[in-house]
């Protein structure tokens, strides 16, 4: 899944369908990390319906199974938030 990265709308400068796009992305980013967390704390509640994408990777997140995630970031001072 590529999620093209999280958007800073703002600094982005999209309007109206892509900045719907990226909020969206943004929320299934958060969510994502929201149920990572929850999987790495064995949390009594794992938040997979809180997205589209956490459903759609449920059975590839939970249980035995090993995840990988791939990140750029780049180290310019105007990226950091």
């Known amino acids: ?4 990265g999280s958007e800073n709308i703002g600094r982005s400068g999209a309007v109206d369908k ?3 796009e ?4 943004n929320q299934s980013l958060l969510t994502l990390g929201r149920v990572i967390k929850a999987l790495v704390e ?3 509640h794992v938040p997979y319906r809180e997205s589209k994408l956490t459903r759609i ?3 590839s997140l939970g249980g035995r199974t090993k995840t990988s995630i791939i990140a750029t970031v780049s180290p ?3 990226n950091l938030e």
């Open 1 to 4: 899944v590529d999620l093209a």
């Open 18 to 20: 892509r900045a719907r």
């Open 22 to 25: 990226a909020g969206n992305i």
């Open 42 to 44: 064995r949390g009594p």
């Open 57 to 59: 990777l449920q059975d």
């Open 76 to 78: 310019a001072s105007i």
